[in-house]
């Protein structure tokens, strides 16, 4: 069966501080990867997604980056985080026809 | 371009009573329509699917919903609310994709249940 686990599962930063947050998947190859957010009252908003190893399409234009350095493994990074960058963030796979999406169980971000 | 509404941010209900959350979206395409839960601080979790075929899909925990074209509506339902049922509810429609390209989903803005005792 595969599963999906995101760390840390929660991380309070300062303004300006670097961000690393891990996502990796088992049991399954060749995913489609995606990160989203979700900021206090609002829906998700999609922010990456990779269809495989290196291949990073941006939603949104910020200060976050994503990297897929190998198959089952996807990062999203900042070099300087702001205030905005607070939130909920989820990692998503998908698999089969109908791109049925599984969540990580999310990185709790909180930037003072 | 697609989206998806739903109708009420906050749905409350005793009990025991009926449990209807809406979900009208927008499409060009036949979609392929999901259901998702939020447990405070969890991930989502999939409640439903539909993609072809039978229009009344059943998911997880007793929940349904009823696939209506005409409509353009994919509106979840349980007979009888929990209080375990107490959560956030996504709606989400996901595009046929394109060559080189993701298939993506587009969520709604959410419906948090509140099941009162």
């Known amino acids: 069966s595969q599963t999906i686990h995101q760390w840390p599962a929660t991380l309070v930063q300062p303004v300006g501080s670097p961000l690393s947050l891990e996502c990796t998947v088992e049991?399954?190859?060749?995913?489609?990867l995606y990160w989203y957010r979700q900021a206090a009252g609002r829906g998700l908003q999609l922010l990456f997604y990779?269809?495989?190893?290196?291949?990073i399409s941006s939603e949104v234009p910020q200060n976050l980056s994503a990297s897929r350095p190998q198959d089952r493994q996807f990062i999203l990074s900042s070099k300087k985080l702001l205030l905005s960058d607070s939130g909920f963030y989820l990692c998503?796979?998908?698999?089969?026809?109908?791109?049925?999406?599984?969540f990580g169980p999310g990185t709790r971000l909180t930037v003072l | 371009a697609q989206s998806v509404t739903q109708l009420g941010s906050h749905v409350s209900v005793s009990e025991g009573a009926l449990v209807l959350l809406r979900c009208n979206y927008s499409?060009?395409?036949?979609?392929?329509l999901f259901w998702y839960v939020q447990y405070p601080n969890q991930g989502l979790q999939l409640l439903l699917k539909y993609t072809t075929g039978a229009t009344l899909v059943k998911g997880i925990n007793g929940f349904e919903a009823e696939f209506k074209k005409s409509e353009t509506s994919f509106h979840l339902t349980k007979p009888s609310a929990h209080m375990s049922d107490a959560a956030e509810y996504f709606c989400?429609?996901?595009?046929?994709?394109?060559?080189?390209?993701?298939?993506?989903?587009?969520f709604g803005s959410g419906t948090q249940l509140t099941v009162l005792p």
């Open positions: 998503a796979y998908a698999r089969g026809l109908y791109n049925e999406q599984f």
């Open positions: 049991g399954t190859s060749n995913p489609n």
């Open positions: 989400a429609v996901s595009d046929r994709g394109s060559s080189g390209s993701a298939r993506q989903l587009t």
């Open positions: 990779s269809v495989g190893i290196g291949q």
């Open positions: 499409s060009s395409v036949p979609p392929y």
